[in-house]
């Protein structure tokens, strides 16, 4: 039997033939292919390194279920990462069928665990103005993390799309954000006053410093480097003023991607409106901030309702 190396045996060279298959036809994010090549490399690696398989045809449901239980017997992930890597699979073996490299796809019988949708973790107006302000604007890099804060809450974006958003994307005399979210797909959210005035002040004033170091390609947030910030650079960013304020609960960029929406809805706003400011493509996606709402509604009406 010919021998391959872990990093060219013939079931890593089909993963690699599906991911670029993803990026191009399916046209899915940069973070998305490197999820699926995580799962999908690590799974081909199992099954030739464990079963000396090299063929797509070989594969059967018991393979893939040794593999899940093995995975999940040493990493112990949680559900929704363990939904994750089925779906990768289940995916992966799709192609394989339809591509006619398969008879088979031996993950059409594979249970997926029950998973509970718990509500997202939400920060009230107060507690969010309680960490804008542990920022020193004053200090070195205060204004650029300042205004980064201030974006995720403002307008709600994923953190992976403040770290790609280009100066091409700002539309001053409008007052909008043109964001590329997941799938490539374009939404328009609305660039607030306040947000306006330090985006402003950044981009004139602190933006050039950053951007005579290294190439910028156009990105709005730098590094020390003159580079794209990544998406770690910007939770340590949040991470310094939540833990100079002192709070225990886990907050991340998400978080006040979450509030945005959760605040928008207690607002008044629509679901309609929030989904397209979100950039969901399913409202049953967006849904789950109303279930948020009316939790926070019925707290609000514990704490300060006299009869309750």
């Known amino acids: 039997m010919k021998q391959f190396t872990i990093d060219n045996h013939p079931l890593k060279r089909l993963v690699r033939e599906y991911l670029v298959f993803l990026q ?70 799709q192609y394989l069928l339809l591509k006619g490299l398969s008879k088979k796809n031996p993950t059409e019988l594979l249970e997926s665990p029950k998973t509970q949708k718990n509500l997202p973790s939400v920060l009230t107006v107060s507690d969010f103005e309680s960490i804008l302000g542990a920022v020193n604007i004053d200090e070195i890099h205060g204004r650029r993390n300042y205004t980064i804060i201030l974006m995720l809450y403002s307008s709600g ?10 100066l091409t994307n700002v539309r001053w005399d409008e007052g909008l954000l043109r964001i590329i979210g997941k799938g490539n797909k374009e939404r328009i959210v609305p660039l607030g006053s306040k947000l306006a005035t330090f985006l402003r002040e950044y981009i004139d004033e602190d933006r050039p410093k950053y951007a005579n170091r290294g190439n910028t390609n156009g990105a709005v947030f730098l590094n020390n480097r003159g580079t794209i910030l990544s998406r770690m650079a910007i939770w340590k960013i949040l991470n310094k003023p939540v833990t100079i304020v002192g709070f225990q609960k886990k907050i991340s960029p998400h978080t006040l991607r979450h509030s945005f929406a959760t605040h928008l809805l207690e607002g008044g706003a629509d679901l309609r409106t929030v989904q397209e ?32």
């Open 24 to 93: 191009f036809e399916r046209r899915l994010s940069a973070n998305t292919i490197d999820a699926y090549w995580l799962d999908l490399g690590k799974y081909s690696d199992y099954l030739y390194e464990n079963n000396k398989l090299t063929s797509p045809q070989k594969i059967t449901l018991s393979h893939v279920r040794k593999y899940i239980n093995q995975f999940s017997s040493i990493v112990r992930p949680k559900k929704s990462t363990l939904l994750r890597i089925l779906s990768s699979l289940r995916g992966f073996h």
């Open 157 to 166: 974006l994923r953190v992976s799309e403040l770290s790609h958003l280009k």
């Open 277 to 308: 400011l979100l950039g969901h493509s399913d409202l049953s996606t967006t849904q789950i901030y109303t279930h948020l709402d009316k939790t926070h509604l019925k707290e609000i009406y514990k704490e300060f309702h006299p009869r309750d």
